[in-house]
């Protein structure tokens, strides 16, 4: 049996109270490999923004003094923010993480007059921001310079949305002999209250 892919989003909610230049955070995904295929955003003001989209295998933290082991994933200019906290869609190029695999997410604003919104958080970096069966997302860190290697700010969380296709998954199938061995075991049971009775 095989379980079907399905398509799924999972969201930190577009209530940014704060917002600057960037924003990196972890995500941890589950059982199944996930295909990212699109964004949603949060934004300060209405405006555009130029924006890149970065991905790095295992976490994140302690890496953003430098592009160093990360991948451009993608890039936009010119996306068009309506206002505070509107969402603002990004069909990225398509993004696969494995099973099990922790990933560092970072998307950085270059220019534009709209900067790119997030939510103070509480707690520590790494701590549990949101999640669901197929994937975690934890609290991250914003950015003050449009670039790598700016000042850090922390815990800031991810205020936005990521659509994700879920990859089919089989189930682990029953050995051929089980059945047979489950009516042997049947057949022995009876012949024994035979002989007792």
């Known amino acids: 049996m095989t379980v079907a892919a399905h398509a799924a989003t999972i969201s930190g909610g577009f209530a940014a109270n704060n917002g600057l230049n960037g924003n990196a955070f972890d995500i941890q995904v589950g059982p199944q490999d996930i295909t990212l295929t699109d964004v949603d955003l949060a934004f300060s003001v209405s405006g555009t923004a130029d924006v890149q989209f970065w991905i790095r295998p295992g976490s994140y933290v302690g890496t953003l003094d430098s592009s160093t082991g990360w991948t451009l994933a993608d890039s936009i200019t010119g996306l068009v923010s309506p206002g505070w906290n509107d969402p603002v869609a990004w069909d990225v190029a398509d993004q696969v993480f494995s099973a099990g695999q ?62 994700y296709d879920v990859a089919p998954m089989s189930a682990v199938p029953v050995p051929a002999s089980l059945p047979l061995l489950a009516g042997a075991m049947g057949l022995f049971g009876l012949w024994r209250r035979r002989r007792a009775a």
């Open 102 to 163: 922790t990933y560092g997410l970072f998307f950085l604003r270059t220019s534009g007059n709209s900067l790119l919104g997030y939510q103070n958080g509480s707690g520590a970096i790494g701590d549990a921001w949101v999640s669901n069966a197929d994937i975690s997302i934890f609290q991250g860190q914003g950015v003050g310079s449009p670039g790598f290697g700016g000042s850090p700010f922390s815990p800031r969380n991810f205020s936005g949305s990521l659509t």
